[in-house]
T-cell receptor, first 115, second 114 residues
Framework: AQSVTQPDIHITVSEGASLELRCNYSYGATPYLFWYVQSPGQGLQLLLKYFSGDTLVQGIKGFEAEFKRSQSSFNLRKPSVHWSDAAEYFCAVVPGSSNTGKLIFGQGTTLQVKP | DADVTQTPRNRITKTGKRIMLECSQTKGHDRMYWYRQDPGLGLRLIYYSFDVKDINKGEISDGYSVSRQAQAKFSLSLESAIPNQTALYFC?????????????FGPGTRLTVL
């Protein structure tokens, strides 16, 4: 079945350590890809997006993500995590590079940051 | 980002009651969406609208209805609320640029059905 998978439900990292959150999708055509962050009690904020072109995408708050077609992945990275990065992170796709705008979300990864 | 507002922000209601959640946006986006968020399931699409006269069902539309009163307003109704509709509800709007759609989300409405 077509899906978006975030294998890690919960991740804990120390402040200042690097971070990688995984996202895999199972759609045949290259989808449009997004990462959103949800801070406690807040709505979803767009971190970055990929439509085409350069496979390494820069986003806000020092985040980046790399699209790897061969692995059907779009992993989110940050070289040095800050305590304020503690939140829930969602990967989302619009399947098949379509223009329907119908976002399919992963289950989310909760990031905890240790002092 | 789009200025997307949702009212109410929190609501507690009883089984069988009719309830309406409202969404407004001030950026002139044509497309609007309603999602619900449940723990461990991410967000799932309930309804979406590409303009005032174009409304479509999403993945989980049963038990919900919507109204697009104007370009800027998109309301979600639960005609007879049930406890498994307890969830966090998000409205989103999208900006289509060169055929590519990016969605911006409101702050959410936390609904509890007793």
């Amino acid at each position: 079945a077509q899906s978006v998978t975030q294998p890690d439900i919960h991740i804990t990292v120390s402040e200042g350590a690097s971070l990688e959150l995984r996202c895999n999708y199972s759609y045949g055509a290259t989808p449009y890809l997004f990462w959103y962050v949800q801070s406690p009690g807040q709505g979803l904020q767009l971190l970055l997006k990929y439509f085409s072109g350069d496979t390494l995408v820069q986003g806000i708050k020092g985040f980046e993500a790399e699209f790897k077609r061969s692995q059907s992945s779009f992993n989110l990275r940050k070289p040095s995590v800050h305590w304020s990065d503690a939140a829930e992170y969602f990967c989302a796709v619009v399947p098949g590079s379509s223009n329907t705008g119908k976002l399919i979300f992963g289950q989310g990864t909760t990031l905890q940051v240790k002092p | 980002d789009a200025d997307v507002t949702q009212t109410p922000r929190n609501r507690i209601t009883k089984t069988g009651k009719r309830i309406m959640l409202e969404c407004s946006q001030t950026k002139g986006h044509d497309r609007m969406y309603w999602y619900r968020q449940d723990p461990g399931l991410g967000l799932r699409l309930i309804y979406y609208s590409f303009d005032v006269k174009d409304i479509n069902k999403g993945e989980i539309s049963d038990g919900y209805s919507v109204s697009r009163q104007a370009q800027a307003k998109f309301s979600l109704s639960l005609e007879s609320a049930i406890p498994n509709q307890t969830a966090l509800y998000f409205c989103a709007t999208s900006d289509v640029h060169r055929g590519r759609d990016t969605q911006y989300f409101g702050p959410g409405t936390r609904l509890t059905v007793l």
